[in-house]
């Protein structure tokens, strides 16, 4: 990553709609799966879509079995949102398994830079001011990508979790 980037975690906002329907857009036309979840949430009315992400950080209007969660968008210096970062306040069975306290995503241009690194880093001291101080932070066994930045924030292995249709969840846990 380039040391002269200035990076950030801010609260989700309308004041970067287009920004972030660039964002949005880009994980569109890759057809790749849209990680972390929140970022599924369609932005066609913006405002809603922040009011709702406010509203899970607040616990309010959360659906049955959901916990509260807190998102940041990871920008650099020219308010370009480079990532999107979602951590779940505490854990149910079910995100001891498949969701962890952290879930990151870096748009598809900006990838392979060390961002994923740095956002999770940052992430990382979210959690800490949200009062967790050992966080689980899980990837598919065959994202290299992820499983190197949680090793490079000191993730350490715990058992995987191996879901009905086969796929190998690792599970790290991070202490800061």
Aim: negative net charge; contains cysteine.
């Amino acid at each position: 990553m380039d040391s002269n980037h200035q990076l950030s975690l801010i609260k989700p906002t309308v004041d970067l709609k287009e920004e972030y329907l660039s964002f949005y857009e880009e994980w569109l036309e890759s057809k790749e799966d849209m990680v972390p979840w929140v970022i599924k949430k369609d932005p066609s009315n913006f405002e809603a879509m922040v009011q709702f992400l406010n509203d899970n950080e607040q616990g309010r209007n959360l659906p049955e079995g959901w916990v509260p969660d807190s998102t940041f968008w990871l920008i650099n210096e020219d308010k370009r949102i480079l990532g999107v970062v979602n951590i779940r306040h505490r854990l149910t069975e079910t995100l001891l398994n498949i969701g962890g306290h952290i879930g990151y995503g870096i748009r598809p241009s900006e990838r392979r830079k060390g961002f994923a690194t740095k956002l999770l880093s940052l992430a990382l001291e979210k959690t800490k001011e949200l009062g967790i101080r050992k966080a689980l932070v899980l990837c598919n066994e065959d994202n290299t990508g992820s499983f190197k930045t949680i090793i490079n924030n000191g993730g350490i292995p715990d058992s995987d979790f191996v879901e009905e249709d086969g796929n190998i969840i690792k599970r790290f846990w991070i202490e800061k």
